[in-house]
């Protein structure tokens, strides 16, 4: 059996996550060690694509969320990019997505 036959055979995913621009690298270094952004069987790694430039997040903090008596924050924005990275299978998948929730 050929790498490509195997490389085909295992479903695919996309990763799509939006993160702080100073946290960019970071998180594409733990998404590329659990095995994500390996592309046509490892001819290619660390294969991604972010958004440039940055968007804009925004946000309330909603504080005693859930003991009922809520009080909502201020307004809160953050400078993010979004990142874009093929997982080849689902375990790698999975692993990619605990690398980011560290």
């Known amino acids: 059996m050929s790498k490509r036959t195997t490389d085909a055979a295992q479903k695919r ?3 799509l996550f939006t993160v702080p621009s100073e946290n ?4 594409k270094s ?3 060690a659990a ?3 390996v592309w ?6 660390e294969v991604s694509f972010q958004s440039p430039p940055a968007g804009v997040s925004q946000f309330r903090k909603v504080d005693n969320f859930r003991d009922g008596e809520r009080k909502i924050g201020p307004l809160e ?3 993010e990019v979004k990142v874009d990275i093929m997982c080849i299978g689902q375990e790698v998948m999975f ?3 605990k690398a980011l929730n560290e």
Not at 24 to 27: K, P, Y
Not at 40 to 45: A, L, Q, W
């Open 40 to 45: 046509n069987d490892g001819e290619y790694v």
């Open 13 to 15: 995913y996309r990763l």
């Open 95 to 97: 692993r990619a997505v």
């Open 35 to 37: 095995g994500a952004g």
């Open 24 to 27: 960019v690298e970071a998180c």
């Open 30 to 32: 733990a998404v590329f």
């Open 77 to 79: 924005k953050v400078d």
